[in-house]
């Protein structure tokens, strides 16, 4: 099973999950709160882990073939 990770509604743009994220797979947007860039998210989980306004969302993928 693959894990990714998507910043849903709710983000109030506190940017705990930008300095938390180890390999800087997000950036805040100008409108909207932040955004995961799933090319470089690792799925580590640590932005979900330390967001305090629940706004990312974990997503589960049955086993299908993820490059
Ligand atoms: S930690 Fe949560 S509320 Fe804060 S910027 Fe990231 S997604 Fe938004
Ligand atoms: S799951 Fe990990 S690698 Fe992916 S965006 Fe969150 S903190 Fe960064």
């Known amino acids: 099973m693959t894990v990714t990770y998507r910043v849903s509604k709710g ?9 938390e994220c180890p ?11 932040a955004e995961i860039d799933e090319k470089r998210c690792t799925g580590c989980g640590a932005c ?12 589960e993928h049955q086993d299908q073939e993820k490059e």
């Open 11 to 19: 983000c109030c743009a506190c940017g705990t999950c930008i300095y």
């Open 23 to 33: 390999v800087q797979a997000i950036t805040m947007k100008v409108v909207g709160g």
């Open 48 to 59: 979900y882990d330390n967001c305090a306004s629940e706004a990312i969302e974990r997503i």
